[in-house]
């Protein structure tokens, strides 16, 4: 029997977090903490070795459940307040964060079922976790299952990817050169949704544009995304003949996030502000 397999039978006969030591011994868990565990799980994921995902993220849940379970049990909302205060929760952030690798993993695959089974263990009894994003955010791992809970009932199969700004916009672009309104209104919204307030606190810091270097205006990625976000979903409206709430997105656009840039392939920056103004002037002004 191969080994991946059996890996599967263990886990649907509710024993995966007692994986045999010959399974155990075919992975490297490292110093295994908690998140080292959880990032060896994210890069399984990305390497769609469900085999691994599965051993790294039950080794996890077997090792820190107890504790994250307690963690819970003290909180009756999102711990918020500086970063370090967050982390402190250290326990309840990874092993939900584990189940959610667990369900994406499911979900990737075909399996819905035993995604929403993993999903909803986050909802039910991780729910308080958070997890941190290398991009200097904690997002929560609960209510991402909650929306891929939806989407596996709906038949959707929108996928917003690692929720990064440069994926949701990456994705919103290619919806739109699909003519899929749907989806460019999902990503561009989820964007917003999760990156919306930092954009804004980029622009409100800037008399300029961003200038000195293609590192500095980089660094500027919450502004640059949202703002290409609202560019995209401006552009869809237009292209559906919606002029009144096409303009409406490149005005916000020009109002709320004018010093945002957008990186082309060919290797250059370009403003969607100016270009929004550009399209509201070509359609009659507001």
Do not use: H
Request: some cysteine; glycine content about 6%; hydrophobic content about 40%.
């Amino acid at each position: 029997m191969k080994r991946g397999v059996l890996v599967l039978i263990l886990f649907f006969a509710g024993i995966a977090t007692c994986l045999t030591p010959t399974i155990a011994a075919a992975y490297n868990f490292g110093d295994y903490r908690s998140s080292t565990l959880v990032t060896k799980g994210w890069e399984a994921l990305a390497a769609n070795d469900i085999e691994a995902v599965l051993a790294y993220t039950n080794k996890c849940i077997e090792l820190y459940a107890g504790q994250a379970k307690k963690m819970q049990e003290s909180l009756n909302e999102y711990p918020a307040g500086d970063d370090q205060k967050i982390f402190g929760f250290w326990a309840l952030n990874d092993v939900a964060t584990a189940y959610y690798i667990q369900g994406e993993t499911y979900r990737k695959a075909g399996m819905n079922e035993e995604a929403k089974e993993a999903y909803q263990k986050v909802i039910n009894e991780y729910k308080f976790g958070q997890c941190w994003d290398t991009q200097g955010w904690f997002w929560k791992p609960a209510e991402s299952a909650q929306e891929k809970i939806a989407m596996i009932d709906s038949g959707s199969n929108l996928d917003f990817g690692d929720y990064s700004s440069t994926t949701l916009a990456s994705k919103a672009w290619d919806a739109l050169s699909k003519k899929d309104m749907n989806a460019v209104d999902a990503y561009v919204d989820k964007c917003i949704e999760l990156y919306g307030k930092k954009a804004k606190e980029m622009q409100d810091s800037l008399t300029e544009y961003p200038w000195e270097s293609k590192e500095k205006i980089f660094s500027y990625w919450a502004l640059n995304d949202v703002g290409t976000c609202l560019y995209i979903k401006g552009e869809s409206y237009k292209s559906a003949g919606k002029d009144k709430e096409a303009k409406d997105m490149f005005k916000k656009l020009v109002d709320e996030f004018f010093y945002a840039q957008c990186w082309d392939p060919s290797g250059w920056f370009w403003k969607p502000a100016e270009a929004a103004q550009q399209k509201i002037d070509e359609m009659g002004g507001v």
